[in-house]
């Protein structure tokens, strides 16, 4: 199976979860900057796992472009998580349920999540054991895709 992972990341931190995410999914899985990202790389059968740090309570435009496009060519078949980055706060809105939705509005079909994992500051660093519960996550997901 193949696997994308998909972010956008301001300061590094979503990417470093992107990066765990692939690591513990293993071979056949890259995390992949949404910058270079190529909507017909994706395929029925692959599993494909959208990130994004919170934004003004919602996702990057970057983020949201890509979900466009990938929308125009639909998802069908095509296996799915989000995740996102953001502050402990109160009120901190939210991008991975916001993801979660568009993947399967596309046609996606949910496997988990969304899951968020924090930071302590909006620069970062992750709060401690972040990375090492993105690779769990990765694990539990490539349980789901099978
Ligand atoms: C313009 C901007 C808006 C933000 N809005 C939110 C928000 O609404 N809720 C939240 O929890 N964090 C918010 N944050 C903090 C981000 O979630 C944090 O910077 C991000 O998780 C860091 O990940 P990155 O290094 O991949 O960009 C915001 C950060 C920026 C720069």
Known sequence: MKAVILYDSGYGNTKAIAEAVASGLGTGA????????????????????????????????????????????????????????????????????KITRALEGAGASIIGGPMAFYVKGTEGPLLTGEESRAAKWADDLADAAK
């Open 30 to 97: 890259r995390a992949v900057p949404v910058d270079g990202f190529e909507p017909g790389s994706i395929q029925a059968g692959d599993l494909l796992v959208v990130g994004s740090p919170i934004n003004g309570w919602r996702p990057t435009p970057a983020i949201v472009r890509a979900l466009g496009d990938l929308a125009a060519r639909g998802l069908a078949g095509v296996k799915a998580a989000a995740f996102d980055t953001r502050l402990k706060l109160f009120i901190h809105g939210d991008a991975g349920r």
